[in-house]
């Protein structure tokens, strides 16, 4: 059975980081690319960042440019969004979601087929 499940969400001053994990179960990450998206309320998710597991390409909305880095850790099935100086308007439920193949940018999340349950990231003083 697939399973996505995030990690590492929670509240944090203007300026500070998180590291959301997103740890991958019933499936090897070979080939695969995971994708972290956000929805905010009352707005469209979108697509943040995204990284081909055996490639290493990556993707990144321009918003979150030289301030989110995402790597991954196939021998843990995990990837992994570090945010620095995260901004009020970072604030969102961030899932995690993997496909096949690379995909279209910036990514779309009906390409995507299995989704994590998403985890609450709050930027606020």
């Known amino acids: 059975q697939v399973q996505l499940v995030e990690s590492g969400g929670g509240l944090v001053q203007p300026g500070g980081s998180l590291r959301l994990s997103c740890a991958a179960s019933?499936?090897?990450?070979?080939?695969?690319?995971i994708g972290w998206f956000r929805q905010a309320p009352g707005k469209e998710r979108e697509g943040v960042s995204c990284i081909h597991s055996s490639y290493g390409n990556t993707y990144y909305l321009d918003s979150v440019k030289g301030r989110f880095t995402i790597s991954r850790d196939n021998a843990k099935n995990t990837v992994y969004l570090q945010m620095n100086s995260l901004k009020p308007e970072d604030t969102a439920v961030y899932y995690c979601?993997?496909?096949?193949?690379?995909?279209?940018?910036?990514?779309?999340?009906?390409?995507?087929?299995?989704w994590g349950q998403g985890t609450q990231v709050t930027v606020s003083s």
């Open positions: 019933g499936f090897a990450l070979d080939y695969y690319t």
């Open positions: 979601a993997t496909r096949r193949g690379w995909g279209r940018l910036p990514p779309r999340d009906y390409e995507y087929n299995y």
